[in-house]
């Protein structure tokens, strides 16, 4: 059975959410067991407001704790005994334990991600991707959204590649539609990296490039993947999670205004509650790690057992599908220097 292991420690909710979004895991399914690292008193504390099977959760006990003040390479190295140190060492040793999820220091998750479980033979950089809700009903990946501030166009062209991947892997979808995040739909729009960029991407045939998008685009266009450098796709990440926030209250607002409001949203409340859903990104768990040798999610630091829920089911189906071997796969039906090399020679003519 596939083994997920957590860090019961991360995260501004933690233990207590943490905990919960675990045992809410193994009531929706059976494919696979838990490993919590961190204070085995603590984690003890919370399992104990639960029923489970104890047979299907380990505690692995540690001492510390890496926060978002710790410099995260540095805590990597010396906070050893930490949860999420703990975890790492445990995912890249242990062949049965095949995900691991996190709500702490995205810095520290990316540090530990590249130097102890290892990039993928090819993949010049991880990129975080989640899925966001989009007016089809379906989910659209954004690639990447904070991981690099700063990319190079072969960095969108592995972005591009691993988003295609993980969208078949883990939505069924054959042939997903891939856009560049920039400032304008033509072609000649964005700075010179984001143009030299959308030739590249234009060049490979082992994706479905459709050109650039923009942000107004990301929940209401018909791409399944849209890449972006990570300052970009954070910015815009948090604007689509301000903007279903505001649209919430709003509504919520307008609803008890007076009794007249309120029998209309009564009357709505079918449609309100609908998008209140489509809205709440917590129930669409962490972004995957995608580029590492085995399935890491970072779940948002603030996310309560709803969201580490769906990132252990995220994680469950992202192992099942074998997400790395199909990036691995996907990356091998092209040469993208060779393809990078007469994009500039383009150029040059």
């Given at each position: 059975?596939?083994?997920?292991i957590?860090?019961?420690?991360?995260?501004?909710?933690?233990?207590?959410?943490?905990?919960?979004?675990?045992?809410?895991s193994?009531?929706?399914?059976d494919?696979?067991?838990l490993?919590?690292?961190?204070?085995e008193?603590k984690?003890?504390?919370?399992?104990?407001?639960y029923?489970?099977?104890?047979?299907?959760?380990?505690?692995?006990?540690c001492?510390?704790?890496?926060?978002?003040?710790?410099?995260?390479?540095?805590?990597?190295?010396?906070?050893t005994?930490?949860s999420?140190?703990?975890?790492f060492?445990r995912?890249?040793k242990?062949?049965?334990?095949?995900?691991l999820?996190?709500?702490?220091?995205t810095?520290?998750?990316?540090a530990?991600?590249?130097?102890?479980?290892?990039?993928?033979?090819?993949?010049?950089?991880?990129?975080?991707?989640?899925?966001?809700p989009?007016?089809?009903?379906?989910?659209?990946?954004?690639?990447?959204?904070?991981a690099?501030?700063?990319?190079?166009?072969?960095?969108f062209?592995?972005?591009?590649?691993?988003?295609?991947?993980?969208?078949?892997a883990?939505?069924g979808?054959?042939?997903?539609?891939?856009?560049?995040?920039?400032?304008?739909?033509e072609?000649?729009?964005?700075?010179?990296?984001?143009?030299?960029?959308?030739?590249?991407?234009?060049?490979?045939?082992?994706?479905?490039?459709?050109?650039?998008v923009?942000?107004?685009?990301i929940?209401?266009?018909?791409?399944?993947?849209?890449?972006?450098?990570?300052?970009?796709g954070?910015?815009?990440?948090?604007?689509?999670?301000?903007?279903g926030?505001?649209v919430?209250?709003?509504?919520?607002?307008?609803?008890?205004?007076?009794?007249?409001?309120?029998?209309?949203?009564l009357c709505?409340?079918?449609v309100?509650?609908e998008?209140?859903?489509?809205?709440?990104?917590?129930?669409y768990?962490?972004?995957?790690?995608?580029?590492?040798?085995?399935?890491?999610?970072?779940?948002?630091?603030?996310?309560?057992?709803?969201?580490?829920?769906?990132?252990?089911l995220?994680?469950?189906d992202?192992h099942?599908?074998?997400?790395?071997?199909?990036?691995?796969d996907?990356?091998?039906?092209?040469?993208?220097?060779?393809?990078e090399a007469?994009c500039?020679?383009?150029?040059?003519?």
């Amino acid at each position: 059975m596939l083994k997920i292991i957590i860090d019961a420690m991360g995260g501004d909710n933690a233990p207590e959410e943490i905990v919960k979004g675990a045992v809410q895991s193994l009531e929706k399914s059976d494919k696979f067991s838990l490993i919590l690292t961190g204070d085995e008193q603590k984690i003890n504390a919370e399992l104990a407001k639960y029923k489970y099977d104890a047979t299907r959760i380990e505690i692995m006990h540690c001492t510390d704790v890496i926060d978002n003040n710790d410099v995260p390479t540095k805590a990597i190295r010396t906070k050893t005994d930490s949860s999420l140190v703990v975890a790492f060492d445990r995912l890249k040793k242990d062949p049965e334990v095949g995900a691991l999820i996190t709500a702490g220091s995205t810095g520290a998750t990316l540090a530990g991600g590249i130097f102890m479980v290892g990039r993928i033979k090819g993949i010049s950089r991880p990129a975080l991707c989640p899925a966001l809700p989009n007016v089809r009903g379906t989910q659209t990946l954004l690639c990447d959204c904070g991981a690099n501030l700063e990319c190079k166009p072969m960095n969108f062209a592995h972005f591009a590649i691993m988003a295609s991947a993980y969208a078949k892997a883990a939505f069924g979808i054959e042939n997903p539609k891939v856009g560049l995040l920039n400032n304008g739909a033509e072609e000649h729009k964005g700075d010179e990296v984001h143009q030299a960029a959308y030739k590249l991407l234009s060049k490979m045939d082992c994706i479905n490039f459709g050109g650039n998008v923009e942000g107004r685009e990301i929940m209401y266009s018909d791409f399944d993947v849209i890449v972006s450098d990570g300052f970009s796709g954070n910015v815009g990440l948090k604007a689509i999670e301000g903007c279903g926030k505001t649209v919430a209250d709003v509504l919520k607002k307008a609803a008890y205004k007076n009794i007249f409001s309120m029998l209309g949203a009564l009357c709505a409340k079918g449609v309100i509650d609908e998008l209140k859903s489509m809205l709440d990104y917590h129930k669409y768990g962490g972004s995957v790690f995608l580029g590492l040798k085995k399935i890491v999610v970072k779940s948002h630091g603030s996310s309560k057992a709803k969201t580490i829920c769906a990132s252990i089911l995220k994680a469950a189906d992202a192992h099942e599908n074998n997400l790395v071997k199909t990036i691995e796969d996907m990356l091998s039906t092209v040469d993208l220097q060779a393809v990078e090399a007469a994009c500039r020679a383009e150029n040059e003519h």
